[in-house]
């Protein structure tokens, strides 16, 4: 069965570099049947989509976010990351990895638990 | 991108059918039959419900349903349960191959 963990700091200090790393574990990344992404959600509020990378290279980001975040792959590790440069309170947020199938690339159907960070001053 | 536009909340009785609204523009839920649907339940994960504007993945009950017509796509619930009770995003692709969400419905089971 699939699943995907998300693991990283629960607390950043603003303006450094928030980190994530999405373990999957039951399939594999360099599959070329989906793409992975990176969903976030502001406590109380609703999804933002992140960013979404195909094993091969093509990376596609939310261009609200674009000039700060990376998405990347280990494959040898069978996880993907995100870093979220420069941080302010608007990036705390719960932050869920996913998987997208290739058929469309443009819907999420499994996805990790999620994991809180916070931005502190 | 803008988020597409959805009531921030809607409300039935057990039994009862409803039908949340999704509406994007000419640039994503026009353009591609790319709308997918999310229920969420609080604490909870993003589940889902709908894909390819109509389309229910294996286990998710027919009692969801969905559906587009221009620029709106829709959900429905119909014999509707306590268990429903949840939030609901809306999704679409778009013509820069992003990915757009709605703001989110609340489902209240009266």
């Known amino acids: 069965q699939l699943q995907l963990q998300e693991s990283g700091p629960g607390l950043v200090k603003a303006s450094e570099t928030l980190s994530l790393t999405c373990t999957v574990s039951g399939g594999s990344i360099s599959s070329s049947s989906y793409y992975w992404g990176w969903i976030r959600q502001p406590p109380g509020k609703g999804l933002e989509w992140i960013g979404s990378?195909?094993?091969?290279?093509?990376?596609y980001y939310n261009p609200s976010l674009k000039s700060r975040v990376t998405i990347s792959m280990d494959t040898s590790k069978n996880q993907f990351s995100l870093k979220l440069s420069s941080v302010t309170a608007a990036d705390t947020a719960v932050y869920y990895c996913?998987?997208?199938?290739?058929?469309?690339?443009?819907?999420?159907?499994?996805w990790g638990q999620g994991t809180l960070v916070t931005v502190s001053s | 991108q803008s988020a597409l536009t959805q009531p921030a909340s809607v409300s039935g009785s057990p039994g009862q059918s409803i039908t949340i609204s999704c509406t994007g523009t000419?640039?994503?839920?026009?353009?591609?039959?790319?709308v997918s649907w999310y229920q969420q339940h609080p604490g909870k994960a993003p589940k889902l419900l709908i894909y390819?504007?109509?389309y229910r993945p294996s286990g998710v009950s027919n009692r969801f349903s969905g559906s587009k017509s221009g620029n709106t796509a829709s959900l429905t619930i119909s014999v509707l349960q306590a268990e429903d009770e949840a939030d609901f995003y809306c999704?679409?692709?778009?013509?820069?191959?992003?990915?757009?969400f709605g703001g989110g419905t609340k489902l209240t089971v009266l």
């Open positions: 996913a998987r997208l199938p290739l058929s469309s690339a443009s819907f999420f159907d499994f």
């Open positions: 000419s640039s994503d839920i026009g353009v591609y039959n790319y």
């Open positions: 999704s679409s692709l778009t013509t820069s191959s992003t990915l757009v």
């Open positions: 390819d504007v109509s």
């Open positions: 990378m195909f094993y091969s290279g093509n990376i």
